[in-house]
């Protein structure tokens, strides 16, 4: 699956520093199997979640006692083989990627006692893993720039607009309080309004909050901020907040515009068909 080393060289001199935190959707969009990563160190053979990737390092998880991690303090600095699977498109079966590596960091995650966390140095980077994770920033760079784009026109959200989209008509706002239903009556890549009851606060202008939006698709959640609160004459408290990037919910609403934004779609740069 190697492309061109003009590719590969593109690749690295656009994001040869940058990482990719490996959340549920990231590991999905990868095809990274985590279930199916090991590292391999000496006669020790262990199976490690991947935490973040990069081009030339990468760090990994492991369910450890704090004994068992005073195993693999003295391997420091060893040579590590590193297996990896991937589910590719147009792979019938996992692709099967090895890096030979140097474990050059050992620890205790943080706030967490039972895991152990391992920092590995390739020794060189494999062309198809180098591919890979050139695709997905390439998508994440293109995600971006649409968060910029579906941020300029709120869809106002009523039963047809909703089943469009996918959405399930279940959300919550998380905050300082706890978790509350609310119902959202706009929404954009960049900015929610939502309505709560009578008996809910008005928040105040810069707070942060947690929303988790049930879709069809994903369930997202994603960091927004307190631009405005206020209460209708009923008791009704309407907040409006501008939302963090959240690629899940980019892609609902690119699927949206593409679909079913046949007026007052914003401008928006041409979609490419899967397969043109």
């Known amino acids: 699956m190697v492309a061109g080393s003009s590719a590969i060289s593109r690749v690295l001199d656009r994001f040869a520093d940058k990482t990719v935190a490996c959340n549920r959707y990231a590991l999905s969009k990868l ?23 990069g081009f030339n390092r990468s760090v990994f998880l492991a369910s450890l006692s704090h004994r068992e991690l005073n195993l693999f303090l003295p391997l420091k600095n060893l040579i590590a083989g590193l297996s990896m699977e991937f589910a590719l498109p147009g ?7 090895f890096i030979r590596s140097s474990l050059t960091e050992v620890g205790q995650m943080r706030g967490r006692d039972d895991v152990g966390l391992f920092v590995v140095d390739y ?10 994770l050139g695709t997905y920033l390439e998508s994440q760079e293109r995600l971006n720039a649409q968060y910029e784009d579906y941020g ?18 279940y959300a919550v706002v998380n905050d300082e309080i706890g978790d509350r239903r609310i119902q959202i009556r706009s929404i954009s890549s960049k ?14 202008p810069g707070a942060t909050v947690t929303y988790q939006i049930f879709f069809i698709k994903y369930r997202v959640t994603v960091q927004g901020r307190i631009e405005l609160a206020s209460r209708f004459p009923n008791g009704i408290v309407k907040t409006k907040s501008k939302l963090d990037f959240n690629p899940e919910l980019v892609e609902i609403l690119d699927d949206y515009w593409f679909h079913h934004g046949n007026t007052g779609k914003p401008s928006l740069p041409t979609r490419t068909l899967k397969g043109a």
């Open 123 to 132: 020794k060189s980077t494999p062309e198809d893993f180098v591919s890979i």
């Open 91 to 97: 792979y019938r079966v996992p692709f099967k990627l």
């Open 31 to 53: 095809g990274l199997d985590k279930g199916r990563c090991s590292l391999k160190v000496n006669e020790y053979a262990l199976l490690c979640a991947p935490y973040l990737l």
């Open 191 to 204: 900015t929610i309004e939502h309505l709560e009851s009578s008996s809910s606060f008005e928040h105040t």
């Open 152 to 169: 300029r026109t709120p869809i106002q959200l009523n039963a047809d607009s909703a089943k469009r989209m996918g959405y399930n008509q």
